[in-house]
């Protein structure tokens, strides 16, 4: 409550800012009020890390459903393959959340999440049609998650993301662009982790779209 709290009474003040603000003012205010919604969903990552001390609450969880319920504005979401995954969904929607809010900052309209379920690996990607991550700071990136140390741009959505897959015993990985064809623009992000217990086969799910609210 120390944390939301306060940034719940932030953004109620901001509404009433945009309200009452003469239209040149509006844009900054929606900025900012973005910013701090960002912030909020932060929080609310590291709070749900905190409270989990390593120690996971295993659901059979829908990957539709999950997405359909995250906070986004100004892009679709789609999502295809298993839709049933074993995790804790509190820690993968906080993940999510941050990796499609990044997304929409680097100008997406599309983001689309396959998910698998094979061999007793659990594997959602994440592939959208932004301005993408040039290869050579993608490398640097991956080498600043793979070695847990500080690289400008990383960003906490990567960070809080990768520390949600590993928290599941697994990892976060930032793959190439194509290199069948002429360069497509966009990221590929990829969150892997052990099935904990093998279950029966999931049942996969056509495309979903999910317009955010």
Known sequence: HALRTPLAGMDAQLAVALKEAPPALQPRL????????????????????????????????SVSALLERLPLKDAVVTASGTDIVPCDPDLLS?????LLDN??????????VLASLDGGQVTLTLRDNGSGIPDAQRQLLQQALNEQ????????????????ARTHGGRLQ??????????????TIVLHWPDPAPHPLHPAHPSHAADAP
Do not use: C, Y
């Open 174 to 187: 930032l793959l190439p662009s194509d290199l069948s064809g002429p360069a497509v623009p966009g990221a």
């Open 30 to 61: 929606t900025q900012t009020r973005e910013a701090a919604a960002r912030l909020r969903r932060v929080v609310t990552a590291l709070i749900t890390l905190f409270r989990t001390g390593g120690e996971l609450q295993w659901q059979d969880t």
């Open 149 to 164: 140390g500080p690289q400008e741009g990383l960003g906490l959505g990567l960070t809080l993301a990768d520390m949600v």
């Open 94 to 98: 906080a993940a999510l959340s941050n």
């Open 103 to 112: 997304s929409v900052r680097h100008g997406a309209k599309h983001i689309h």
